[in-house]
């Protein structure tokens, strides 16, 4: 199962050692990433697989809320599937 995680917020040192960091400690493989930098501010999407998450959804998504907060950052966690629903007219 894909997924899509998104990361938004001021340009800080470790930013994708942190976040990648909890994807390997919960199980979940990173497949692809793109970030930039926009005028201070760090914008990042990575595909990430998720079927071989060893914790629960929401305690996945718990988790990167608390990361998000910890580093003053919004993390969102979106399956691939609601993606493309929302986006299919």
Same mark, same amino acid.
């Given at each position: 199962m894909k997924a899509f995680i998104t990361v938004i917020g001021k340009d800080t040192v470790g930013v994708i050692a942190k976040v990648s960091g909890l994807c390997a400690e919960i199980g979940i493989n990173v497949?692809?990433?793109? =970030?930039?930098?926009? =005028?201070?501010?760090f914008a990042m999407i990575m595909l990430v697989d998720i079927s071989g998450c060893k914790v629960s959804h929401d305690e996945m998504h718990a988790r990167f809320a608390a990361l998000g907060k910890e580093m003053g950052m919004q993390i969102n966690v979106t399956r691939q599937e609601v993606f493309d629903a929302m986006h299919t007219v």
């Open positions: 497949e692809d990433v793109t =970030q930039s930098i926009l =005028q201070g501010m």
